[in-house]
């Protein structure tokens, strides 16, 4: 044992604070609060409220609880997190929470702050999964289960990122003006519904498994017959081969074990007509290293949320997140390779994934 982490060194080296572990420790507190506060419509109330804010027993009112001082309590350690601002006597909304904790806010994440860890039993027995490799039936269960709520949790940010991934493949010549596009495991239809905004000649086929597909039947019901929705597995279900524009693959690769989500990835570039593109949003942890790197650690802590995110894959699906590595090995074994890497809006990965044969004569 060193001498920093005993405490016995020299007066000059400070021993070793568990800061580091309270943070960790206190992260489920923090969750705790944010979900809580969600629930109970705090952040709502406080948009309603307006520039002044309101005095804690004001919010308690506001939000029908009956501990104001708990409420006071709740509104300091948000400020303490850096989602409400206060002078003592009032809290009000920071931009942030604004934009992303009020339920009706266009980005908003209100409904998938609360659902974004998963099945809690999937983390209370991750130490089991860990052990034996296997992901405990009632936690699939569970995650299954939740998908229908999931899915309509992050359609608000999908939506977006959808926009902006049109935007991306205007600009590259890659979105034709009447694009057919196929997404393997739609969910709650928002990227369809996005992509098919940008294009009114567009069509589409959805294919996601029968508990989510209602949802997306009702996103894209204004679409008629634009849109086909086809209910089974993404490996198995019946689409047409070779003559996609656009393939999207959101959010799907990453729960996949590997030999699947290469398959799938191989399946998407089959249905692809000449020119066509592979779109993969995800969550790509960082790649392995050949060789000791000694800035691996600032590497791993820039990619924190998306390590976190590859972890809650391993703690309810067979899948463990993915990496650039993964994408690259896999696209070449279709003949394909990762061209782009875009951030259509922050924290949101985009992918594009294109044929050699419609690269080669732009190298
Ligand atoms: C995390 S959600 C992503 C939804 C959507 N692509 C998005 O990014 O908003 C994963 C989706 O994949 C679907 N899914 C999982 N396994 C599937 C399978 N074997 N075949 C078809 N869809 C599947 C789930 O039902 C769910 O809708």
Same mark, same amino acid.
């Given at each position: 044992m060193s001498a920093a982490a005993t405490g %016995? +060194? !020299? %007066?000059?080296a400070p021993p070793v604070g568990p800061g580091p572990v309270w943070d960790v420790v206190n992260g489920l507190a923090a969750f705790g609060a944010l979900s809580a506060a969600l629930e109970l419509g705090l952040f709502d109330a406080l948009v309603a409220a307006g520039e002044p804010g309101l005095p804690p027993a004001e919010l308690a009112a506001a939000v029908s609880a009956a501990d104001a001082d708990a409420v006071a309590l709740l509104a300091d350690v948000l400020v303490s997190l850096g989602l409400l601002t206060g002078d003592g006597r009032a809290v009000r909304l920071l931009p942030v929470a604004e934009r992303?904790?009020?339920? +009706?806010? !266009? $980005?908003?994440?209100a409904a998938l702050g609360r659902l974004s860890p998963g099945p809690w039993s999937g983390w209370q027995q991750l130490a089991a999964t860990i052990r034996t490799g296997a992901v405990p039936a009632g936690t699939r269960d569970e995650l299954t289960a939740m998908y229908p709520a999931l899915v309509s949790a992050t359609a608000p940010t999908q939506r977006a990122v959808a926009t902006g991934v049109a935007a991306a493949l205007a600009e590259r010549g890659l979105w034709p003006a009447a694009p057919r596009v196929v997404d393997l495991g739609c969910g709650s239809g928002a990227w369809l519904a996005a992509l098919l905004a940008d294009r009114p000649a567009a069509t589409a086929v959805g294919v996601d498994l029968p508990g989510v597909l209602p949802v997306a039947r009702q996103t894209v019901a204004g679409l008629g017959v634009r849109v086909t929705l086809v209910e089974g597995d993404y490996l198995e279900v019946d689409v047409p081969r070779g003559s996609a524009d656009v393939v999207v693959l959101a959010h799907v690769l990453r729960a996949e074990p590997a030999e699947r989500a290469r398959r799938l990835l191989l399946r998407a570039l089959e249905l692809l007509a000449p020119g066509g593109v592979v779109v993969v949003a995800d969550y790509p942890r960082p790649d392995p290293v050949a060789a000791p790197d000694p800035g691996r650690d600032a590497v791993l802590a820039g990619a924190r949320h998306e390590l976190l995110l590859s972890l809650t894959m391993a703690a309810a699906t067979d899948g463990h997140g993915l990496t650039l590595a993964d994408l690259r090995s896999w696209a070449a074994d279709g003949g $394909?390779?990762?061209?782009d890497v875009l951030q259509p809006v922050p924290r949101q990965t985009v992918l594009l994934i294109r044929p050699d044969s419609s690269t080669a004569t732009e190298r």
């Open positions: %016995a +060194g !020299p %007066a000059s992303f904790l009020v339920s +009706g806010s !266009p $980005a908003s994440m $394909a390779r990762l061209t």
